[in-house]
DNA sequence: CTTGCGGTTGACGCAGCGTCAGCCAATACC
DNA sequence: GGTATTGGCTGACGCTGCGTCAACCGCAAG
């Protein structure tokens, strides 16, 4: 009786036979002998190394770690070391993502304010139009045709989307900002990049340094677009403001 | 310039142009036409949709529910909740996770304390005729004669690996009474069953009913197994040996 | 003889692309 | 006009750890 079969040794691990098969297959667990037909057959010294195998596994190692372990090329307390220290990286990254979809639910069902990015969308005629000959002295005409033409080919629902997009933006760096975060730190900026593409999008190509800047002025200075920002947090028209000057320095 | 390249698209959304060719074959998102050669050309509204889906993707959503809620099948608060609690999930499951692998960490750093079931490993030649005789006497000539030859096998190697083994059951299951976690309950059981299973390697065979209770009664009577199993905490012996006969009668 | 159990070897599937490989077309340089 | 470069295309493999068929074989019971 020193000699088990795969169901057996399945049953007395509490593995599965296609567990203990991959196992073989992968060169972590060969069975002491084939014979008979390719029948495998495990003697007590695999045994003991499954017990091994299924102990580091249970820890969340992988099967390649496990196996330079049990080879003997690899401290156990090392790996477990390193491993803890992925686990502890793996954990706070959830931990942030939980947080951000969090604060996104609240933002849906809250209902979220207008941004002012969404200048053509939903306003009356009159407002509209004042808007539009303002963006022009600003930027361009170019610029805003464009910008105009993109809105109008929209769908309802994809003009219901961008609110949502410059939102998340906005709530992004509103935490960072809480955080302390500088706005010309790695984190902002990343955050900032996002917001630059989101509005490439709409104008249909990358604004340029001055226009971008530009935009960030506007944040601050003209207080259609500053209260609505310092609605999403006190002094946060002037971190996004930073923000952006620092992108536009960095990068354009 | 209402149309743009793949390599465009990704320049802009801070895409690999892969990633482009990926959402196409998996239909999240399809160029606005393929002309001249197979060339992809997407339009605004694919920009605007890849804005989406990153925004989404970035929460961590997977990209089938990502398109369900672009085609309107699914309410985006209600995947975000959904994905919420599965984040939850995993959290709290790394969070185990870390804790079991600094036990473990610990307990290989800290140079574990020989556990009684290594009988015959490493003991001085008259105390371990001294268990052998007493173990015959308690489970029978053959079960002992089986574990006994077992030990024999191993390498060395193989020999220390056995009380780590026992004491990585020990931390689990004194984890779960300190939290105070039923010894008859659904996480301890669990752990029993690792225990079961630990000794039915080294038996060779699964102890039948009456032989693991025998086992469980000398941890809370043979003062030589009692101290040791108290030395991993006051009371731990007792709680185990609750496992023990629950599991015994609910599986052997 | 059939049925059924337990064993075997492939091979696909999953999630989300990264990373070649091999081939075409347009442009730029000599 | 030849050619090196750029960029785009379509496969197809790789990664992780098995679950899950599929197709086939051998042995024992009914």
């Known amino acids: 009786m020193d000699v088990w079969t795969t169901a057996e040794v399945a049953r007395l691990a509490g593995v ?46 992988r099967l390649d770690v496990i196996a330079e372990i049990l ?31 969090a604060a996104t639910i609240r933002q849906l069902e809250g209902g979220q304010p207008m941004a002012p990015e969404t200048w053509f969308g939903g306003l009356d005629p009159a407002t509209e139009a004042q808007y539009r000959d303002e963006a022009r002295r600003r930027w361009g005409q170019a610029v805003v045709e464009r910008a105009w033409s993109t809105l109008q080919d929209l769908t ?35 955050v900032t990049a996002d917001h630059y593409r989101l509005i490439a999008v709409h104008w249909g190509d990358g604004p340029n340094a001055e226009a971008y800047r530009g935009l960030g002025a506007l944040y601050t200075d003209d207080p259609r677009f ?5 609605q999403v947090a006190d002094g946060f028209a002037a971190y996004m403001r930073a923000a952006m000057d620092a992108y536009a320095d960095a990068n354009l």
């Open 16 to 61: 599965s036979a296609r567990t203990l098969r991959h196992y073989d297959a992968i060169g972590l667990l060969e069975p002491a002998s084939h014979g008979h037909g390719g029948l495998r057959r495990y003697g007590r010294p695999e045994l003991l190394r499954l017990q091994q195998i299924l102990l580091l596994k249970r820890l969340g190692l």
């Open 71 to 101: 080879e003997g090329d690899l401290e156990p307390v090392d790996a477990l070391k390193r491993h803890a220290a992925e686990l502890d990286t793996e954990r706070s990254r959830l931990d942030r993502l939980a947080a951000t979809v």
């Open 156 to 190: 309802p629902e994809e003009r219901r989307a961008i609110p949502e997009a410059f939102n998340d933006i906005n709530t992004r760096l509103n935490a960072l900002r809480e955080a302390g975060a500088p706005a010309d730190g790695p984190a902002a900026q990343a």
């Open 226 to 230: 500053k209260d609505t920002y310092d």
